[in-house]
């Protein structure tokens, strides 16, 4: 375990780590599955029906619960339960490719029609995906070549250098680190990994805990500047939970608008399935004015909730960024929406886009200007980090609504 992963679970455990079992980048690539035990934990290497040969997924069991960890894609946050808790959606990627197949600046076709940069689609096969840094937004021309800057940026699309696993109380830790390239998109193909070309600039370690004595899931990213110069990291992320009719995604607010303009309807915050099953439908809606308090690290805190009909509500807590927007999809399994060029009469949707989340950054998604003055992401030095806060617990309806009055 890292110094940093230790002072995250100190400061918010208050309970000594102790290291358990540590995984390679190999282990974690191309490793023969393994499974390791620590006192009722079991924590298993494997390899699911369609995923590429170079991929493993982490699973983390303990009586009641399971988390899976996706190490191929930066450790992005696969599927979770803890007792009658679900609150992610079903991803709409079942399988994984290779980190090493990625085509980021590549075409899409939409509707039949070539769109460039949109292939970080081909892969979104988790349900929290850490966004940028070359770009965490919409697709973006890169000024100095004319480059179209990839969908989502790259962060979600790299394998960590290893995975350590330890135990803090009835905490489960594990944390992973690797590095982001910057401009990598303009160098000649020589050979080597596409996260391999390009300039060092940002490190990232991501440290995930998760209560095995009660339901409840929180992990810290750390990104410090390794460039030369002073940077604003460009991150964004995406939370995507569980979707039903008459749920509803409510992030208190000062002021909302639709993500295209205007005032959005009364009931924006509500989930509706699609009108026709096979046609994705999405809304985003910007709020500004968002209610924040102090972090336990450098950020503040933004707390949100997903209400449902029955059952728990999933209280989450995120880090304020100067761009908040709830996004809501749905339909459109099985549908041409969007194929790659190399096989146009194969859909990239074979699971309907059932979701709603929160959608932050540090800029606005649409590259358009409309972020909340009122939030301010400043540079960092050199060797300077910043760490980003994110927690999920379930709560009753009552409870969330209590918590997200404006």
Excluded at 4 to 27: C, G, M, Q, Y
Excluded at 38 to 65: C, K, N
Excluded at 138 to 164: F, K, N, Q
Excluded at 181 to 187: F, G, I, K, L, V
Aim: charged share 20%; aromatic share 8%; hydrophobic share 35%.
């Amino acid at each position: 375990m890292t110094q940093n992963a230790r002072t995250i679970v100190e400061t918010l455990e208050k309970e000594p780590l102790r290291e358990v079992v540590n995984f390679s980048s190999s282990d974690l690539c191309s490793g023969t599955p393994r499974t390791e035990r620590s006192g009722g934990i079991v924590i298993s290497t494997i390899r699911v029906p369609g995923d590429a040969p170079d991929v493993r997924r982490l699973i983390v069991e303990w009586p009641g619960g399971q988390l899976e960890l996706q190490p191929t894609k930066g450790l992005s946050i696969g599927h979770y339960h803890h007792g009658d808790w679900d609150p992610f959606w079903i991803p709409v990627v079942p399988a994984i490719i290779s980190p090493e197949s990625e085509q980021l600046v590549g075409d899409v076709l939409v509707h039949g029609n070539p769109v460039a940069a949109l292939r970080w689609v081909e892969n979104f096969s988790g349900c929290i995906e850490l966004l940028g840094l070359s770009n965490w937004g919409m697709p973006a021309i890169d000024e100095e070549t004319g480059t179209a800057l990839p969908l989502h940026g790259e962060a979600a699309r790299m394998p960590v250098d290893g995975v350590a696993v330890g135990r803090a109380g009835a905490v489960i830790v594990v944390t992973g680190s690797f590095a982001i390239n910057s401009r990598w998109w303009n160098e000649p193909d020589d050979g080597s990994v596409w996260y391999r070309r390009g300039t060092p600039d940002w490190s990232i370690e991501r440290t995930v805990l998760i209560d095995t004595a009660e339901p409840r899931l929180r992990f810290v990213d750390t990104i410090t500047n390794t460039g030369p110069a002073a940077a604003i990291p460009d991150w964004g992320y995406h939370v995507q939970l569980r979707a039903e009719p008459g749920a509803e995604l409510v992030i208190p607010a000062r002021s909302t608008e639709q993500r295209s303009g205007g005032t959005p309807p009364p009931d924006y915050c509500q989930w509706k399935p699609a009108a026709d099953p096979a046609v994705r439908e999405e809304r985003g809606y910007v709020h500004k004015g968002v209610p924040r308090t102090a972090g336990r690290f450098d950020t503040d805190i933004v707390t949100g909730a997903a209400i449902y009909p029955q059952g728990p509500a999933t209280l989450f807590s995120m880090p304020a960024s100067a761009y908040t927007l709830s996004w809501f999809s749905c339909g459109g399994r099985d549908s041409l929406e969007f194929a790659l060029p190399e096989s146009p009469r194969t859909s990239l949707l074979p699971v309907a886009w059932d979701g709603m989340g929160p959608e932050i950054g540090v800029s606005p998604l649409d590259h358009d200007g409309n972020t909340d003055p009122e939030i301010v992401h400043p540079a960092l030095q050199t060797g300077q980090a910043t760490r980003l806060s994110f927690s999920l617990m379930p709560v009753s309806a009552d409870e969330a609504q209590q918590e997200v009055q404006p």
